[in-house]
């Protein structure tokens, strides 16, 4: 099998880690974004984490966060920011620029619409309904195609189960 991300990139999407790597460094480097991603994911949650990319020059490091709300993780004169950088340097240990960058369309964005019936199957709605108004939105927001998969004890369940829908174009490769 072949991963997903590593078979589309180049072709429609990009690194999400852009850095040349040191060759002794390179294993300490990865543990660092994937210790930097979990915690940026877990804190800023609520403001809708599209993606994450993680930018390394010989002293510096770049995090830019790609965000649905980026208002909420500014705040108000940019002051929950600054205290988001001071805890991202503490944890690194090396000095971080963070750039906070617009989601254009949220609804269309497959991480986002996966948190979105997430969250909205944690709140007990139906899950059939959860997916069809993800595909919805994702539709009117233009995306070409949508394929929604839950899984588990749906509805409650005794047995677990998948259902999935596809609306549009889904093609594998690209």
Known sequence: KVNPIGLRLGINRNWSSRWYPNWQRVPAFVAEDDKIRKFLKKELYY????????????????????????????GKKGADIEKLKTRLQNMVQKP????????????????????????????????????????????KAGAKGIKVQVAGRLGGAEMARTEWYLEGRVPLHT
Not at 60 to 69: C, G, M
Not at 109 to 124: G, H, K, P
């Open 96 to 139: 971080v620029a963070l750039n906070i960058r617009e989601e254009k369309r949220p609804q269309a964005s497959a991480q986002l619409a996966a948190e979105n019936v997430a969250t909205q199957l944690e709140r007990r709605v139906a899950f059939r309904r959860a997916m069809k108004k993800v595909i919805q939105a994702a539709q």
């Open 47 to 74: 403001a809708g984490i599209a993606d994450i990319i993680i930018e390394r020059t010989a002293k510096r490091l770049r995090v830019t966060i790609v965000a649905a709300r980026p208002g909420i993780i500014i």
